[in-house]
């Protein structure tokens, strides 16, 4: 006898249910690349614990949006079953929550508040049989991932999934995760697994190498003679050791010196200004060298106009530099020339060529800033006549920058579904989770140093057709560091992964295993 998977509202495909037979009966975390279904496997091991098991489920999203999403993905999913969903983000009052906590059947939550409902007892947690854990990777430190499947599993025996696309290429850290969760199994999944291949439309991946101006190059070195005498000054005082500079070392040594002189030696507060000034300017050649003029503008404005103490001895100190004075003149006339930006001038060269191939083409443009993602918007907007470009931001306010509202988010993705815009210019929030229709180009403004976000942003294309990626970089510039930094992170998670899977020893099979067949309508 066939058996229709979710009342037959959807057929799953073979590695689904390849995972599913596994999750069902162990602790599982499932690695998959964005856009493969992960929520799909995630209901179906729902289905499974309501009905076969008749018990509640528990389903974790790290965001609101996230919840909203996946409340309606539930929603089609389950909709011949009738049974009650329901989705918490904080904004639901306390009474309210206290009843759907009782008579829902499946509770779709942000971790916090599901975490603080159970603190002040509004629900019993030995009621529910499985939690899904969306995003699973955030699951370390003292995340309320780690708190919420702690208490889960000291009820009794029950079930965990936690599904993610990149879990990190840190061995400890995927160690942490797996040890949070009480994770019994760990599967892998990449678009080469024949199981997968098939249904995949597959990944072309360009990187796009750009000569750095040389109107960079020449403001840049005055600032690289500020950097170097600075750290000169601080190799000397014995606060820097021999060697390249970095800025997470420096960090570290800022609050070893603050300690230091509070207890020690109050003279050392005098060293603090350089030390914070090696910092900015590190980071000031990098904007200017990875984004452009504008974001390496504002960035310099924040430093001199910076009312805090500590930077104002920075700023004070830095105008005394005569290298520095002489990049802050150099640096306002090329401000005024508004000259163009390579980058800009490849995205819509990138843009144009996909557009006029495919006149309903989907484009997304990933940008670290938000502001570099307004100057892009606005200069595809100008500059061509075929590209309808759209911004896509982040929820939070950034200073005058507000954030954009989800009803806004949703909007925006309802139009780029239906070509109302083809080009979006997104931040990190459009790298994870929301349902943002699959595309033809992936276009990154700069390479990202986390394999996590590279995975991510990438996985926004080749979903069910061929897709393309394009990285754009400059030469010899932070740029590079940070492209290959993620490629060897990459390597070294899939590395970590495949060892931390067969770390897990083979226990007996489950008494059934679900056949492909077993779904077919």
Known sequence: MTRKFLGGNIEPREYQINIFNSAK??????VLPTGLGKTVIAAMVAEYILFEKNEKVLFLAPTRPLVMQHLETMKRLFSTYGI????FTGEIDNEDRLLRWATS??????????ENDLRNGLYDLSHFGLIVFDEAHRATGN?????MAKHFLETRKRLVLGITASPGSDREKLDEITSALGIERVII?????????????????????LELPQYIRNISLPLRMVLHNITDKLRDAGIMAAGNFSRSEMARKITEVIQKARTEDSRLFGVIPYMSAAIRID??????ETQGIEIAWDYVSQILSSQDKTMKKTASMLQKMPEFKEFMEEFTSLKEKKPDNPKMIAVLRL??????ENPDSRIIVFTHFRKTSDLVTDFLTNRSRIIRPVRFIGQSS???????????QDAIIRSFRDNTYNVMVATSVAEEGLDIPSTDLVIFFEPVPSEIRSIQRRGRTGRTHAGDVKILMYIDTKDSAYYYSSIRKEARMKTNIEKVSKSFQDEPAPKRNLNLDDFIN
Do not use: H, W
Request: proline fraction near 3%; glycine fraction near 6%.
């Open 25 to 30: 009966d162990y602790n599982t975390l499932v």
């Open 84 to 87: 009650e969903i329901s989705a």
């Open 105 to 114: 059947r499946m509770i779709i939550s942000t971790p916090q508040v599901a």
């Open 143 to 147: 995340y309320a991932y780690s708190t």
């Open 189 to 209: 999944k990449s678009e080469n697994d024949p199981d997968v291949k098939k249904y995949m439309g597959g990944i072309s991946i360009e990187i796009v190498k």
């Open 283 to 288: 980071y000031l050649i990098e904007y200017l």
């Open 351 to 356: 843009c144009e060529d996909k557009i006029r």
């Open 398 to 408: 950034r200073g005058e920058d507000a954030g954009m509202r989800q009803k806004d």
